[in-house]
């Protein structure tokens, strides 16, 4: 059984030329010779190039073929003017690169989640020195384990700090990496699970237990091979043997310097003297679903006044304070980021009225070209979609040359940013690249 399908142009050609034989043959039958049949044949079925052109109108897929050669015509006149169209898509390239890029930055400082869970209920909590010179807010580790047994706002409470392990795996040589000593309940705080293995517990914590490590994604690439069977592996970490039991994900990366993290084994009956030597932990909470931040705020300066009145000979100079962490990270960029965004849109502006300028002043110069394709029939429509056709191209190639300099440099900013490891925290924001190239239509 022949299934239907949709007739072709040759089908439809060939149909023609076959009714035209058949009438050809009718009137040679009437005694006509050949000449004057196959004319009489021709006049009764009257235009055969109308004919052709009608069912070519009538195909669904007319617009493919008209947007194929449109394009094609497109690229041949921006090849033909190279000047025009290097200056021109240079331009857009500017405009919407730099915007892109800027954007990406606010996007992903101050208005998409950061890369934790529930990021926006992670709180930076600092210590502030109310007269005399400040330590940068970190928090001294007698005040940490105070601020534990006394604050309710939290479901967990964190602490990290860096320091400078010698790691040898196997027969390499030994390896320096950039260590980061936390609290059991760290990644709690901050939301974190590895990509392999398991976080810290605070059984991980205690003086005595095993010694175990977590890497870095960089780390396990970079030492290990992405060997997806370095958990459990043991290592020799400053001299004493630790067991790798997990490896975290690539974006979720905090603090960005560490390369490997070590569980920190501070007991609190250690802790004796509360002097400035001990203030060398920053501080991580996460808030509890049922608690805001300014009760959170209220409970902080609560409990420093309350340490300032149970050790007024060491404590009586600090108070604890709060911000979120993506205040933390990024709150001093704010100002400058939003200011750059709205500078990096009035040049993506300058950039589209002087690519429109272009276009108007090689319009004027295409004014005999639209005349004789007028003259040959194509309607205002056809012409008007030739030229929506260029102006897409030419967009399409400045966003192309926009988006290889936009990923650049995302790669600089990315290895610079506080709170995103590498580039792989700044990922192109592909709508706003969409409305930037239709924009110059």
Known sequence: MRLWRKRSQNDFTSEVQSHLELEAERWRAEGLDEKAARWQARKS?????????????????????????????????????????????????????????????????????????????????????????????????????????????????GFYYFYHPILITGSSLPTPLAGIGVNGTFWRAIGVQPLLGRAFTEEDDRPNSPRVAIIRYATWQRVFGGDPSVVNRDVTLDGKTATIIGVLPPRLEY??????????????????????????????????????????????????????????????????????????????????????????????????????????????????????????????????????????????????????ATYSALRWFGANLPGRPGSSGLQINWPLCVSHSASQH
């Open 255 to 404: 603090p960005r310097q560490g390369e490997i993290w070590t569980p920190s084994r501070f007991a609190s009956a250690q802790w004796t003297w509360r002097g400035e030597g001990t203030r060398f932990v920053n501080v991580l909470g996460r808030l509890k679903q049922n608690s805001s931040f300014s009760s959170a705020q209220v409970e902080l300066e609560s409990i420093g006044e309350r340490l300032q009145k149970q050790h007024p000979d060491t404590d009586a100079n600090w108070q604890f304070a709060g911000e979120s962490l993506r205040d933390y990270l990024y709150g001093t960029m704010r100002p400058a980021l939003l200011i750059l965004l709205a500078a990096s849109g009035v040049l993506l502006l300058i950039a589209c009225i002087n690519v429109a300028n272009l276009l108007l002043s090689r319009g004027t110069t295409r004014a005999r070209e639209v005349a004789l394709r007028r003259a040959l029939g194509a309607s205002q429509s056809r012409i008007l979609a030739q030229f929506l056709t260029e102006n897409t191209l030419l967009a399409l190639l400045g966003g192309a040359i926009g988006l290889l």
């Open 45 to 157: 079925f009257g235009n055969v190039l109308s004919a052709n052109e009608r069912f070519y109108e009538s195909r669904r897929t007319v617009w493919l073929d008209r947007l194929r050669q449109d394009f094609v015509y497109a690229a041949r006149q921006l090849a033909k003017n190279k000047t025009f169209t290097v200056v021109a898509a240079l331009t857009l390239a500017l405009g919407i690169g730099s915007t892109t890029a800027i954007f990406t930055l606010v996007d992903t400082t101050l208005i998409r989640n950061l890369p934790f869970r529930d990021g926006d209920r992670v709180i930076h909590i600092t210590d502030v020195r109310l007269r005399g010179q400040s330590t940068g807010g970190l928090v001294g580790v007698p005040r940490f384990f105070d601020l534990r047994t006394l604050a309710r706002s939290y479901d967990a409470l």
